[in-house]
């Protein structure tokens, strides 16, 4: 069932852009200027605290504020090697970079089924941008795809050779087929231009400063444990998710874009749960009080869903460090404080 698909190991028939005069050169020394699309959001926040830590690293954040915000990357706002561009990626972008993390999508279904036409835009023009401004200034491009390019999937745990099983006209293909639009741009854009390109392929990722009520199924648990809220698990309960910690996450998609490979790579936990399981976990180590509530499910939600992350532990030496039993307390304390709902004693 898996179909022969890339492996990460392209060569373009086209020469190069000429890199930026950084790269490679005494000022590479001191600066690498990175652009991170989507940096005021979840993961992308999360990335700029990482690059930041590096202090030959001058990353500029572009963003537009429709899921991300202010708040998450407020501590870098007036830092000298900071900048952040109020940015809709649907419209060209004119800076010099080394680097782009091209990340600017909205993740949750709630927000991208809000503006179906909106989310396919960002996905195929939003790309289409980012890489003429990769291919103008001679930048190394990172897409943050998804596993919901595997759509439901027929073939179990999902190797990146996996085509896929999507549904191109459901409420969610706006983000799965934008996604796969994404990807085939990216590597249009590298065998026709010899744009360096990086493909990571996240599965479900959690971790502080998530969109509270964004619908994903850990914020959502998480919230309604603390609101004293029945957990609502959606039927059957059985379907499967991995769940990365956000520090994961950013560990490999910095690797993926210093390494050789171009993807697409499966970055993600491949430690499977069941939602009930995840609903009783959270209910445990939270608030063992609530109850477990079934509620009815959305189209095309996926039955499961695995990374096989062979390919990450051979090409970028990664895999995930953090249990969900050690990151879900993180979370925990990061929703309290922005809930406002102090630990029982
Ligand atoms: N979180 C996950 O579990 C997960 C899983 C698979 C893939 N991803 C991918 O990772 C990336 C980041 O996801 P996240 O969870 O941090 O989501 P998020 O919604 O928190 O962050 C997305 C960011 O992009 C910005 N954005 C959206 N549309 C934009 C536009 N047109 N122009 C400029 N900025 C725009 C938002 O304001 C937000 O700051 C996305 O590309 C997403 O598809 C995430």
Same mark, same amino acid.
């Given at each position: 069932m898996a179909n022969n698909a890339s492996n990460g190991d392209h060569k373009s028939s086209k020469p190069p852009p000429t890199?930026? /005069?950084?790269?490679? %050169?005494?000022f590479s020394q001191s600066n690498m200027r990175i652009l991170v699309t989507g940096g005021a959001g979840f993961i992308g926040s999360h990335l700029v605290d990482k690059l930041m830590e590096n202090e030959k690293n001058e990353v500029i954040v572009a963003d537009n504020y429709f899921t991300g915000s202010k708040d998450n990357i407020r501590k870098w706002?007036?830092?000298?090697?900071f900048e952040l561009i109020r940015h809709d990626v649907t419209e060209p972008l004119l800076v010099e970079v080394d680097q782009i993390y091209h990340l600017a999508c909205p993740a949750s279904p709630i927000f991208y089924k809000h503006n179906p036409v909106k989310t396919i835009k960002t996905n195929v023009i939003g790309t289409l941008n980012m890489l003429g401004l990769a291919k103008r200034v001679g930048a190394r491009i990172l897409l943050t795809s998804?596993?919901?390019?595997?759509?439901?999937?027929?073939?179990? /745990?999902?190797?990146? %050779?996996y085509w896929g099983n999507v549904n191109p006209i459901g409420v969610r293909s706006c983000y799965d087929e934008g996604k796969r639009v994404a990807e085939t741009l990216m590597f249009d854009y590298h065998r026709q231009h010899g744009i360096e390109i990086r493909i990571a392929r996240i599965f479900n990722t959690y971790g502080?400063?998530?969109?509270?009520?964004?619908?994903?199924v850990v914020s959502n648990f998480i919230a309604q444990a603390l609101r004293d809220e029945p957990l609502t698990v959606q039927a059957p309960g059985t379907q499967t998710r991995s769940f990365c910690y956000v520090s994961d996450m950013v560990d490999g998609l910095v690797r993926l874009m210093e390494g050789e490979n171009t993807g697409p790579i499966n970055i993600g936990n491949p430690g499977e749960f069941t939602m009930i399981e995840l609903a009783e976990t959270v209910k445990e180590l939270i608030n063992p009080k609530i109850e477990i509530k079934m509620v009815e499910n959305t189209p095309d939600d996926p039955r499961q869903r695995k990374p096989d992350i062979t390919n990450a532990k051979k090409m970028l030496g990664w895999e995930p460090k953090i249990k969900l039993r050690d990151g879900l307390p993180l979370m925990e304390a990061d929703f309290r404080l922005r809930l406002g709902v102090a630990k029982k004693l």
């Amino acid at each position: 069932m898996a179909n022969n698909a890339s492996n990460g190991d392209h060569k373009s028939s086209k020469p190069p852009p000429t890199p930026s /005069p950084l790269r490679n %050169s005494k000022f590479s020394q001191s600066n690498m200027r990175i652009l991170v699309t989507g940096g005021a959001g979840f993961i992308g926040s999360h990335l700029v605290d990482k690059l930041m830590e590096n202090e030959k690293n001058e990353v500029i954040v572009a963003d537009n504020y429709f899921t991300g915000s202010k708040d998450n990357i407020r501590k870098w706002i007036g830092h000298p090697r900071f900048e952040l561009i109020r940015h809709d990626v649907t419209e060209p972008l004119l800076v010099e970079v080394d680097q782009i993390y091209h990340l600017a999508c909205p993740a949750s279904p709630i927000f991208y089924k809000h503006n179906p036409v909106k989310t396919i835009k960002t996905n195929v023009i939003g790309t289409l941008n980012m890489l003429g401004l990769a291919k103008r200034v001679g930048a190394r491009i990172l897409l943050t795809s998804t596993s919901e390019v595997y759509g439901d999937p027929l073939v179990h /745990p999902q190797p990146e %050779s996996y085509w896929g099983n999507v549904n191109p006209i459901g409420v969610r293909s706006c983000y799965d087929e934008g996604k796969r639009v994404a990807e085939t741009l990216m590597f249009d854009y590298h065998r026709q231009h010899g744009i360096e390109i990086r493909i990571a392929r996240i599965f479900n990722t959690y971790g502080p400063r998530m969109n509270i009520d964004d619908g994903r199924v850990v914020s959502n648990f998480i919230a309604q444990a603390l609101r004293d809220e029945p957990l609502t698990v959606q039927a059957p309960g059985t379907q499967t998710r991995s769940f990365c910690y956000v520090s994961d996450m950013v560990d490999g998609l910095v690797r993926l874009m210093e390494g050789e490979n171009t993807g697409p790579i499966n970055i993600g936990n491949p430690g499977e749960f069941t939602m009930i399981e995840l609903a009783e976990t959270v209910k445990e180590l939270i608030n063992p009080k609530i109850e477990i509530k079934m509620v009815e499910n959305t189209p095309d939600d996926p039955r499961q869903r695995k990374p096989d992350i062979t390919n990450a532990k051979k090409m970028l030496g990664w895999e995930p460090k953090i249990k969900l039993r050690d990151g879900l307390p993180l979370m925990e304390a990061d929703f309290r404080l922005r809930l406002g709902v102090a630990k029982k004693l």
